[in-house]
């Protein structure tokens, strides 16, 4: 048997409920893993809340690392007893066990733990994807960074200096300030308490960023534009504060010719071949300790809604895994 957190319909934390279940045989393709930590990221929140739609009844969570115990007749990538991890669906990683499709599971170099892999990989491979793909950063690209103290932005302000980036972060309150020092930005700016457009354009002698990543949505949209160079490009990778406005094409050339993308992981992680190299270079900067994983808080499976409630509430700073 294995304990499962389950939901019936959107809402608060506390549709989230444990249940048990059956622990079942894999099917040919598929790796029954024996769970030992479980990422918690932001996704998982707005499709609880019903922004992202999900099938209902059913599970949640898209991160997870662990042992395999069984596999399918037609595995060959994984053997029982591999430490693995996981992104993407299907849907089911709030669990003490589940099946997975086993191509989709990469195994754990040594030295990276369970809880290693299930704090990074996610948001690994989403900052990896948008420091080298959506905008090739390199040496002196200046990077206008928000939430740099959340958990992506603790893994990307460290990789985004490492290839050679000024970055710019961005903090929403300022007991945050130390830590994005801390992390290696060359700037801190802490968001409503000055004028962020002229500041980047003061700290940057008037240049002003080759590419912002803003995950904060409709709040910071505006302010984001006007931060870029001409050709500049905005990435918008979150809405915490709500979906960015609709915007006008004319008003790019206005503002310089600037390019606006909104990328997502399942696009960048999808194919098989893409999603193995994304994720062997993230465990490969946790290696050469260019990333260091680390977790804010460990909650019992059991206790996800509590786990919900922090990241939700901004009481987080840093990575949430769950236990089971």
Not at 19 to 42: D, F, K, L, R, S
Not at 172 to 177: H, I, T, Y
Not at 295 to 301: H, M, Q, S
Request: aromatic letters at 6%.
């Amino acid at each position: 048997m294995a304990t499962a957190i389950r939901l019936t319909q959107t809402g608060g934390p506390e549709v989230l409920t444990p249940e048990t279940v059956e622990q079942v045989q894999p099917g040919p393709h598929e790796a029954w893993i024996e769970q030992e930590a479980i990422g918690v990221n932001y996704l998982d929140v707005t499709q609880r809340k019903g922004a992202v739609p999900i099938p209902l009844p059913g599970g949640l969570g898209l991160e997870g690392a662990g042992r395999v115990t069984a596999v399918g007749s037609a595995v060959t990538n994984v053997a029982v007893g591999d430490r693995v991890a996981y992104i993407l669906g299907p849907l089911g990683a709030y669990a003490s066990g589940r099946l997975y499709p086993a191509e989709r599971l990469v195994r754990l170099p040594d030295g990276i733990s369970f809880e290693d892999a299930a704090t990074v990989l996610f948001k690994g491979v989403t900052a990896q994807y948008l420091l080298k793909s959506t905008y090739p950063v390199g040496p002196g690209t200046v990077v206008l960074l928000y939430g740099v103290a959340g958990g992506l932005g603790q893994i990307m302000a460290p990789w985004a200096k490492h290839l050679g980036a000024f970055v710019i972060g961005v903090v929403s309150k300022e007991a945050s300030v130390e830590r994005g020092r801390a992390l290696g930005c060359d700037a801190v700016l802490v968001w409503g308490a000055c004028d962020l457009p002229a500041e980047v354009a003061a700290i940057t002698n008037g240049r002003k960023a080759d590419v912002a990543y803003d995950g904060i949505g409709r709040d910071t949209f505006a302010a984001s534009l006007d931060s870029l160079r001409p050709r500049g490009l905005l990435a918008s990778i979150g809405a915490s504060t709500g979906a960015p406005p609709p915007i006008e094409v004319g008003t790019l050339n206005a503002k310089g010719s600037l390019f606006l993308t909104r990328p997502g992981l399942a696009a960048h992680a999808t194919d098989l071949a893409e999603y193995r190299e994304r994720a062997a270079d993230v465990f490969a900067a946790v290696t050469a300790r260019i990333i260091t994983p680390s977790v804010w808080k460990t909650f019992p499976l059991a206790e996800a809604a509590a786990a919900h409630a922090a990241l939700e509430g901004g009481a987080s700073a840093g990575p949430i895994l769950l236990k089971p």
